[in-house]
């Protein structure tokens, strides 16, 4: 006697969003802050009670303002954690906080680009974490993300789950104990790992000396509260009079850089301490997914299904280095911001960007390894010129303060004439890092002098071109070719590529986009192309 299998149940119907209930961050935000502003308040009191320090201005300024703020500070969040509500629905997610102005932020969940959760170190203490979403939003118009600081780490892990992948909306009560943390997915594909060697490219910068001036501004005033003389001390070393002014600048300097590359190297370590590079299978395709920290975690993870490219960028003073920034060019990512979403390398040699890139693009062969087409030389003439008014303007500036200036030597405008063979170099510089090509359905540009930037951008992902000539480009016959994008920077450009193959490198970046305009006018000049280049990208869809 055969049985029939039972029926598949049918979906719950979806809830109405005014039914799902507001909920709040996690009740132990206020323990957390709590402790925070007592903790701010110690080493003052440290100070006075066992150092017999005087509360003043002269010995205790810094340490007075440091304490003042944390108390505000925790006061601020003890406030936010009072007014902050934030629920998920089937359809957005919401938020609503602040005490004066109100707000109510709602981004509908089909718009999500990425989920983020980072932790410092009294939330990973804790058990809690920061979860910031992101929706495409542009900092430079003042947009930010979405952020919940803080909720438990198994709400966190729940609220990722659901947001990237689509999975069930769990719709517990803050005060209920939170559940297990939902397993990752299997099949992961690791891209990188952590490499000791990398923090030899991230140490030597002038951001070292500047590390070493906070490093022993913030210990003179700490040891002087507690009654230490840092600065006698190192009078005291040794007879510097004796040593003379030149030798005691020079070993002040090597201190002074010792000191802070030993800072950017630990603070290298403390960012990025097992850091890794993954791709993550998903219900709804695959996550590129980075993890990395110390004290303050911070794990990103971005939707292959807005992935549009990948760019490189080599600085010019650590060139020689092979040093390089990797990144990727997607929608909702913000490149503008100290800890870009989109940078999904620290700094590193640029093999490794490069076998990366390959790997992210998921290409045979990756378009950043073809090679890229030069510009013409008249592109140079131009960067010449540019590099000669630079100097020229220098020069004249020092001659006018000379006569405005008394004590000021007549001859000092002669210094100007020391930036040409610098701003000659630059120039031929800029103009070697000049390059494009079409291949494997992507648009390869580069350049730049200062950090040369090679990106590429897939040609779906092109909305509409631009062509720009100035009154030097005609008179050269070049011009630069702006492609616009959803993604990345919004804009990406061939510069001083030929006027006669600029409508060509558009054409074969946008196979079709220029079809029509050009079956009308074949032989239009990219400044006469310009109007029907923009009614076609304004047709193209993205």
């Not at 990144?327 to 909702?332: H, L, P």
């Not at 020229?392 to 004439?417: C, E, F, N, Q, S």
């Amino acid at each position: 006697m055969s049985t029939e299998p039972p029926p598949e149940p049918e979906p719950a119907p979806p809830v109405p969003d005014d039914e799902v209930p507001w909920q709040r961050l996690d009740t132990r935000v206020v323990w957390v802050d709590t402790a925070k502003t007592v903790l701010s308040m110690v080493p003052a009191g440290v100070a006075v009670a066992f150092f017999g320090a005087e509360i003043n201005w002269g010995t205790m300024g810094p340490i007075l303002v440091a304490s003042a703020l944390g108390v505000l500070g925790g006061l601020a969040d003890l406030l936010r954690w009072v007014k902050t509500r934030y629920r998920i629905t089937d359809d957005h997610v919401e938020r609503r906080t602040g005490l004066l102005v109100r707000k109510h932020r709602s981004i509908r969940r089909d718009r999500i680009r990425s989920v983020d959760t980072s932790a410092k170190f009294r939330h990973r203490l804790t058990g809690l974490r920061v979860v910031t979403v992101g929706a495409g939003q542009h900092s430079a118009t003042g947009e930010s993300a979405l952020t919940l600081d803080a909720v438990r780490a198994a709400t966190a892990e729940r609220l990722r789950q659901d947001l990237l992948y689509g999975g069930p909306v769990e719709r517990a009560d803050a005060s209920e104990p939170a559940a297990e943390p939902v397993p990752a997915p299997r099949d992961e594909q690791v891209y990188a790992r952590l490499e000791r060697s990398w923090v030899l490219y991230n140490v030597f910068s002038v951001w070292a000396f500047l590390m070493a001036a906070g490093l022993l501004w913030g210990t003179y005033w700490a040891l002087r509260m507690f009654g230490v003389d840092l600065r006698g001390f190192v009078e005291g070393l040794a007879d510097w009079n004796a040593i003379g002014t030149g030798w005691t600048i020079a070993i002040a300097v090597a201190a002074v850089g010792v000191i802070g590359v030993a800072g950017l190297a630990i603070n290298f370590f403390t960012e990025n301490w097992r850091f890794v590079l993954v791709r993550v299978p998903g219900d709804r395709g695959t996550v590129l997914r980075t993890s990395q920290g110390l004290f303050k975690t911070r794990e990103v993870n971005r939707d292959d299904n807005r992935l549009r490219g990948v760019c490189i960028d080599e600085p010019l003073l650590w060139r020689w280095m092979g040093m390089a920034d990797t990144s990727v060019i997607a929608t909702g990512l913000t490149m503008m911001s100290m800890t870009p979403s989109a940078q999904i390398l620290p700094r590193g040699p640029i093999g490794v960007a490069r076998r990366v890139a390959a790997q992210v693009l998921q290409t045979g062969h990756s378009p950043l390894d073809r090679p890229l087409r030069p510009h013409p030389l008249r592109a140079l003439r131009r960067r010449v010129g540019w590099a000669l008014i630079a100097t020229a303007t220098v020069t004249g500036l020092l001659a006018w303060l000379t006569t405005l200036i008394d004590g000021m030597h007549d001859r000092v405008w002669l210094a100007g004439l020391a930036l040409l063979p610098v701003t000659l170099a630059l120039a031929v510089v800029a103009y070697r890092s000049l390059g494009h090509t079409v291949a494997d359905g992507y648009l390869v540009t580069r350049s730049g002098a200062w950090s040369r930037s090679t990106a590429a951008l897939q040609s779906r992902a092109i909305v509409g071109v631009t062509f720009r000539q100035s009154l030097l480009q005609r008179r050269l016959r070049l011009a630069t070719v702006e492609v616009s994008t959803a993604a990345g920077f919004g804009a990406y450009q061939a510069v001083d590529v030929e006027s006669a193959e600029a409508v060509d490198l558009a054409d074969r970046a946008v196979p079709g986009l220029l079809t029509e305009f050009r079956a009308t006018a074949p032989a239009a000049a990219p400044a006469e192309a310009e109007a029907v280049t923009e009614r076609a990208g304004a047709q193209a869809q993205p």
